[in-house]
């Protein structure tokens, strides 16, 4: 198992910020693209609402309806927490408080410390997006690039030591939870897919209701 | 809590009462080596036109399990059955690929493809399909596919940076073709995709089989992730975590929506990048 810590960063929109976030859309960016968009998105509200119009604006090119059937809650989950926040004199609740406002709006990136064994340490900044130097996007071509050469499989990894200030402890703890509760789910559903590429996906669906 | 739970339940349900009509993945003509498009085309057929049983090796976070698997052509469910397990072990049963079959030329937009000689895999001639990702939002895979069947015989996941997630392999493999004569399987049923704004490029959603009331499933036609909805407990802060084993990453984050706390989480195939713009897409609507 892995677990991972991640950062935050700010910054502010501009138009290099738009076309990141259009390449990002279209499954085109570098990864100075994610990482830009990432970081141009960590205040902008502007930005994040000019990703969810591309959205829209792409589907209803598509010939898709345009109906929206959601809302964007970020605001509201940002407001909710920052009113916490103020509940919180304490110092040492307010510091997680503040790791928790990331969640409101996450736009990428972490995944090179995902799979990393020797993770970048982790800044945080309130009411950020989370973003990460070197986050990996794969532009991939085997015309130009060798095949991958596999590496042995990783080992089940050690949760890093409990930090009783942060609740991404808490929250890492709890997906190792229902990774064992909805791993069932989740083989039932993905099977789905159009091409299963795990082979098997063991589930006993009468388990899993 | 009760009440938060009362408008818990508003919640989900608004996010997925909205439905669009189904649409189907269009094929489309592209510049892929026509070996390639008969290469997944066939693949995707398989567990409709072959029977088999065999005996595979899967190996995931450290742990190796040698399983038995059987399937007969066109039905839904499998089985397996762990050969080294504790004595109550028993059988699981194990579902077929099933849903909108994706053209390779659709899949092409979002991976890069290399067909070549395989190695024999059961003592059975084999072609390597490699899926590479085009960006950092799915997993990269090598595929060994039968060359008689176009079955998988063994599978290799890989993270962007080319370590190996999670591998499955038979050791023994008797495949047979589908008798004519048998019954024709159902009309396969088309999913209804919702509409989600801000997916990662290239994923779908659509209700989660078997769990529509509390799930949605999210794909690209291969990469794969349930997204489960949950009250967030009345302990917890909003945050997010996640933890990955073997090719799998459960990410769970919770949050507050209009004084209503919700855990959503993300279980599936693929990076955390894709993760998490998974979990901000699927905005929720605040309960009534």
């Known amino acids: 198992m892995t677990t991972y810590d991640d950062n935050t960063t700010s910054g502010s929109a501009s138009s290099a910020d738009h076309e990141s976030l259009s390449v990002l859309m279209d499954g085109e960016a570098n990864d100075l693209d994610i990482a830009r968009a ?23 090119m598509a010939g898709q309806s345009g109906t929206a059937i959601s809302v964007d809650v970020s605001e509201a989950v940002r407001t909710a927490i920052a009113s916490e926040k103020r509940r919180y004199a304490n110092p040492i609740i307010s510091m997680a408080v503040a790791a928790s406002v990331t ?107 | ?43 995707q057929r398989s567990h409709q036109e072959f029977s088999y049983s065999g005996t595979f090796l899967k190996e995931s976070s450290g742990s190796r399990n040698f399983i038995e698997k059987s399937h007969r052509a066109g039905d839904e469910r499998g089985q397996l059955d762990y050969v080294n397990a504790s004595e109550t072990e028993e059988p699981q049963a194990v579902w077929a690929p099933r849903g909108p079959r994706m053209s390779a030329c659709e899949l092409g937009k ?27 939002l799915r997993l990269g895979y090598r ?51 919702l509409d989600i704004v801000g997916l990662p490029f290239g994923y779908k959603a659509s209700l989660a089989r078997g769990f529509e009331e ?18 967030l407990p009345d302990d917890l802060l909003p945050g997010e975590g996640a933890v990955r084993h ?19 989480t993300v279980i599936g195939e693929v990076p955390l990048p894709a993760a998490r713009l998974i979990a901000e897409a699927v905005r929720v609507v605040p309960g009534r």
Not at chain 1, 120 to 128: D, E, K, L, M, R
């Open chain 2, 143 to 193: 595929l060994a596919l039968d060359d008689a069947s176009g079955l998988i015989l063994k599978s290799e996941s890989f993270s962007d940076d080319g370590t190996l997630l999670e591998r499955h392999e038979y050791a023994s493999l008797t495949v047979t073709p589908k008798d004519e004569n048998s019954e024709a399987e159902g009309p396969t049923l088309l999913m209804q995709h």
């Open chain 1, 38 to 60: 990432l970081r141009g998105a960590a205040e902008s509200d502007e930005l994040r609402a000019y990703w969810r119009r591309q959205h829209v604006v792409r589907d209803l």
């Open chain 2, 1 to 43: 809590m009760t009440q938060s739970r009362h408008a818990f339940i508003s919640i989900v349900f608004c996010a997925v009462a909205v439905m669009l009509p189904a649409s189907v993945w269009a094929q489309t003509d592209c510049d892929l080596d026509p070996a390639i498009v008969d290469a997944v085309d066939q693949m």
């Open chain 2, 246 to 264: 073997g090719a799998t990453l459960t990410y769970s984050r919770g949050s507050v929506v209009s004084g209503t706390g919700v855990l959503v």
């Open chain 1, 103 to 209: 969640v409101a709006v996450v736009l990428g990136g972490q995944q090179a410390l995902l799979f990393n064994d020797n993770p970048i340490n982790p800044v945080t900044a309130p009411g950020a997006i989370v973003q990460v130097p070197g986050t990996g996007a794969v532009q991939a071509s085997f015309a130009e690039s060798p095949v991958l050469q596999p590496r042995p499989v990783t080992a089940r990894s050690s949760v890093p030591p409990v930090d009783p200030y942060s609740n991404r402890v808490s929250y890492n703890r709890l997906a190792d939870e229902r990774f064992e509760s909805l791993l069932k789910v989740h083989n039932t559903t993905a099977s789905a897919a159009s091409i299963t590429p795990m082979v098997s996906r063991s589930i006993d669906p009468k388990d899993s209701q």
């Open chain 2, 110 to 136: 979002l991976y890069a493809f290399h067909l070549e000689r395989g190695p024999k895999v059961a003592g059975r001639d084999s072609v390597l399909l490699h899926l590479r990702p085009r960006d950092g």
């Open chain 2, 214 to 231: 509390k799930a949605l499933f999210v794909s690209d036609g291969i990469a794969a992730a349930t997204v489960v909805f949950e009250p």
